[in-house]
């Protein structure tokens, strides 16, 4: 495809190249590559299921070494809360062209949800003082009258315009002294698990319209909640780099481009992170999305699932480096050789090749540091009953080999009947809740950039201002950007996940205060 010489100047002022966007274009026009599926991971094959004296023993070994080592929390919060509110937006949309309340209400169980928990709400109270500051008594008006009114000043953009937030600033948790948000649930959290030596690091992704939302709310909060804690907090931020940015194509795989004339680029989704958690430089890192938190008093509970998962990495890490030095300086006999593949097998779920037998102990040596020298995950699982998101998944790669992957369901052909069977068959899904040790066995930070698979894109349908086009999302950050890394997953409860993926999740006993 052609370019004129405006969109070659655009394209290097994104930070792009002009064979990158190339590159993309292909992918877009040549569609998904789904991933190969060849069995579901579970207990017992890929999942590890831990007993009480197990649980026990990682937790210390963590607690033993955490003064001693980097950690942050990595904090995916991007996101606005457009899509919590979903269901309201249409709602109006259906009472402003004539419909009544108890018509829609009849036919929409979101709705009857929403108005029974009104008072259960974080923000009622935010509500009915802007609603009384225009006269209105909001406890005066009809059920039906009442709930019109309390979205209308929720959504309304001259009202509370919450649709506009960042999901991380809405008020989540109402405590007796104030309302706090997901950001402040997740400085909480830091102090419980990522914290040592009295200090918690924590780097947010956020986006730069609302960096500065991020700081007012930081300068609110923090004296606070670091005299809560008895914990001193180190928070930066990071936006998403534009030359991570995808071009858009039409359905007819022509460009796109804006009323200036210009091509459209969006945001290359969470994949796209990758670059931003490459930039940090800590030992362990601790990764959870913005909207699974809860309110306090269950954070010490919960917290010790993350102190489970650090121990792992910390424990796993120090068997590895230990056969990475001598394998490095050649001290290996085939006993030892032996001793690496089944750890290799039993405690990283890494396949050997089958090939591998028939190599000299020089091929052996190098193909063993290869395998144990890469950046290791350690990844939460929880039943699935039902809930949205990618799963655990035993996947086969370009090149044959097998590895434990987190797959989207974006990635699995569900048109291919043994890959429909294979993902039906999944017993556990993820919440997204990662710990990782990101340095070598020398205390080098891995260049993660190394160890992603670019083939693991997302191709997507949108809608820009009417037209249908066609995205490309790189691939996602606990999907093909840690593609290959090394990997364990561990089940934990199903009360470790209580995303708030709509406005009516805030009704949840998770965050709820008692």
């Known amino acids: 495809m052609m370019f004129s010489e405006k969109d070659i100047q655009q394209i290097t002022t994104n930070g792009l190249t002009v064979n990158q966007v190339n590159s993309q274009i292909n992918i877009i026009k040549s569609g998904m590559s789904y991933s190969s599926l060849v069995k579901p991971a579970t207990i017992g094959d890929g999942i590890v299921k831990l007993d009480h004296k197990r649980y026990k023993y990682l937790i210390d070994v963590f607690e033993k070494k955490r003064d001693d080592i980097n950690i942050v929390k990595f904090v995916p919060a991007s996101g606005a809360a457009t899509r919590m509110f979903k269901f309201l937006f249409t709602f109006l949309k259906a009472i402003n062209t004539g419909e009544t309340f108890d018509a829609y209400a009849d036919k929409n169980e979101d709705i009857n949800i929403f108005e029974k928990g009104l008072k259960d709400l974080p923000f009622y109270k935010h509500v009915v003082d802007k609603v009384k500051a225009s006269n209105i008594d909001i406890e ?7 709930c019109i009114k309390f979205v209308e000043t929720i959504l309304n953009e001259d009202q509370l315009n919450y649709s506009f937030f960042p999901k991380g600033l809405l008020p989540f948790h109402k405590y007796k002294t104030h309302v706090a948000t997901a950001f402040e649930e997740h400085l909480y959290e830091a102090s419980q698990y990522a914290s040592s030596n009295g200090k918690a690091n924590l780097h947010f992704t956020v986006s730069k319209k609302h960096k500065q939302m991020f700081d007012e709310t930081l300068n609110d909060i923090i004296t606070r909640v670091e005299k809560i804690t008895s914990t001193n907090f180190n928070i930066s931020f990071s936006f998403q780099n534009s030359s991570t940015e995808t071009i858009a194509l039409k359905i007819d795989n022509s460009f796109y481009r804006n009323d200036n004339g210009e091509l459209l680029f969006r945001p290359a989704g969470h994949g796209a992170l990758i670059e931003n958690l ?44 230990s056969f990475l030095h001598r394998l490095e300086n050649k001290l290996v006999s085939n006993q030892d050789i032996d001793a690496v593949c089944t750890f290799l097998s039993t405690k990283m779920n890494v396949e050997i090749n089958a090939s591998f037998q028939n190599f000299d102990t020089k091929q052996k040596t190098e193909y063993l540091f290869d395998k144990l020298n890469r950046p290791l995950r350690v990844c939460c699982m929880v039943k699935n009953e039902g809930q949205p998101g990618g799963g655990p998944f035993w996947v086969k790669d370009n090149s044959g080999e097998v590895s434990l992957q987190i797959t989207e369901f974006a990635q699995i052909d569900f048109d291919n009947d043994s890959q429909k069977q294979i993902a039906h068959k999944a017993t556990h899904f993820n919440p997204t809740d990662l710990v990782c040790g990101v340095k070598n066995y020398k205390g080098e930070k891995f260049n993660l950039m190394e160890f992603v698979d670019p083939n693991a894109a997302f191709i997507t349908m949108k809608t820009q201002n009417g037209t249908d086009i066609k995205a490309l999302e790189l691939p996602g950050l606990w999907n093909g950007s840690m593609a290959h890394w090394n990997t364990i997953f561990v089940e934990a409860p199903l009360e470790t996940f209580n995303p708030v993926k709509t406005v009516n999740d805030l009704l949840n006993p998770a965050h709820q205060v008692l």
């Open 140 to 146: 005066t008006l009809s059920t039906a009258e009442k």
């Open 278 to 321: 490459n930039t940090l430089d800590y030992d362990l890192v601790f990764i959870k999305n913005i909207d699974n938190t809860t309110v306090l008093e269950q954070n010490e509970k919960l917290s010790d699932y993350k102190k489970v998962m650090a121990g792992i990495v910390l424990e796993v890490q120090e068997q590895a480096f």
